[in-house]
């Protein structure tokens, strides 16, 4: 009788999963398994965040209900919990998704001198193609995104995973799964699949003109579901082959994968050092955080946030270039804000694009700065974004809405004024960087 142990960590789906289908393969019987450790799920995350998570592990459970098992979980610390149920079943494998942050391969060098059996790192799980598979010349990673992407288009990538047709469980306490419904993005694999086959068939191939537009929404918000892995990244790519520019969004993804396995400092510290002196202005950070800056674009951006645990992809840049250039405030400080609130808040993603917007990461321009009205003119041109996510401006029309400073007191409805002069501020901040 052999036994494996399925550890999932953010790779919460039953469809295209090499380490479940690795797990299930050969085996009698198997043990789906998740750990709530408190350094991962505790109180620094957002109540959205805890809810999205609860309901994708329901939804795990319901899968593997489906297919005869269900999803063990423990709490504790991840490592001591997952050698005591490979001990208590007498594992002869334990299977788990490689993963890039200090966190994840800290855990993963600790299992392998810890665990008295088998263990199995697949590198393959949470991203197209997997970290240090493509490599330039002379170096460990690509520092560049365009010569990355061109070889990542050309990469062979992975056949799918195909989905367990039957899973059993031995003996075990099984746990306690926690549901927590509520408005917004319904977590869960059932979710996903259902967004994104309704996204592919009806927005995919119009996204590389609309994506920017603020208003229209027409993004994918499939981003949630990546994080947490509720849907496969390779087969969100190999469906959305009609719109090369959205499957490019995966390859910049994937992208901040290779940089930070490769750098894994980058999470903390810049990855291009420009010798910022941060300004220390927790005012300032404050009425950024709760989208108070009398700055219109940007305070939708920020509520917009706060509101969903979601914020449009150029939102996120203009408000990250106002907080870092125009307030110039350490990006780390924005990137810890968005990791506690946004579902799809991956320690990759969010600190490699802060780095990239803050001047100190990727960026072949580090000087460059989002004018926020040049932006708001261009990518909300009547300001319907605006007015959805700012309601003290909901009766202001048009385009007016972006220049709230020169309406009467009485159109302002309470909204504040600019805590920033826009101009200043961009030359406090070229001027820092000479």
């Known amino acids: 009788m052999t036994t494996t142990v399925a550890v999932f960590t953010r790779d919460l789906r039953v469809h295209d999963n090499p380490m479940l289908a690795a797990a299930v393969l050969g085996a009698d019987e198997v043990v789906p398994l998740f750990v709530r450790d408190a350094r991962i799920t505790g109180s620094g995350f957002a109540a959205g965040r805890k809810k999205f998570l609860n309901e994708s592990l329901t939804d795990l459970d319901t899968s593997l209900r489906d297919l005869g098992g269900r999803l063990v979980v423990r709490e504790g610390d991840a490592v001591k919990e997952i050698y005591e149920v490979a001990r208590e079943v007498r594992a002869a494998r334990v299977h788990i998704a490689g993963d890039v942050s200090a966190f994840a391969t800290a855990r993963e060098k600790a299992l392998r001198d810890a665990l008295p059996c088998e263990f199995v790192v697949h590198d393959d799980v949470h991203t197209v193609v997997p970290p240090g598979a493509l490599t330039p010349t002379g170096s460990d990673h690509f520092s560049v995104f365009s010569p990355y992407h061109r070889r990542w288009a050309d990469a062979r990538w992975r056949a799918e995973a195909p989905k367990p047709s039957r899973i059993t469980l031995p003996k075990i306490r099984v746990g306690a799964v926690l549901s927590a419904k509520g408005n917004g993005f319904p977590g869960g694999e059932t979710a996903a699949r259902t967004r994104m086959t309704s996204w592919l068939r009806s927005s995919a191939e119009s996204y590389a003109s609309d994506h920017d537009a603020l208003a229209a929404d027409r993004t994918s918000r499939l981003s949630p579901y990546l994080h947490l892995g509720c849907v496969s990244a390779l087969e969100v790519a190999r469906r959305g082959e009609k719109s090369a520019e959205f499957v490019r969004q995966l390859a910049w993804r994937d992208f901040h994968h290779q940089v930070l396995a490769a750098r894994p400092a980058a999470a903390t510290s810049d990855y291009r050092p420009r010798g910022d002196r941060w300004l220390d202005d927790e005012d300032a ?82 000087n460059r700065v989002l004018n926020p009205l040049r932006q708001a003119e261009r990518f909300d041109p009547e300001g319907e974004y605006v007015r959805r996510y700012v309601p003290e401006l909901s009766a202001v029309d048009g385009k007016r809405v972006h220049r709230p400073w020169d309406l009467r007191a009485g159109e302002r409805a309470g909204y504040p004024m600019p805590i920033v002069d826009l101009a200043e501020g961009r030359a406090r901040f070229l001027a820092a960087r000479g």
């Open 285 to 366: 950070l404050s009425a950024w955080q709760a989208g108070e800056t009398g700055i219109p674009i940007v305070d939708a951006g920020m509520r917009q946030l706060l509101a969903e645990g979601w914020m449009h992809n150029r939102a996120r840049l203009i408000v990250g270039s106002f907080l870092t250039k125009t307030l110039y405030v350490d990006w780390r400080s924005g990137a810890a804000h968005f990791f506690r609130h946004l579902l799809d808040g991956d320690i990759a993603n969010n600190c490699m694009n802060w780095q990239w917007v803050a001047g100190t990461g990727t960026d072949t321009r580090p």
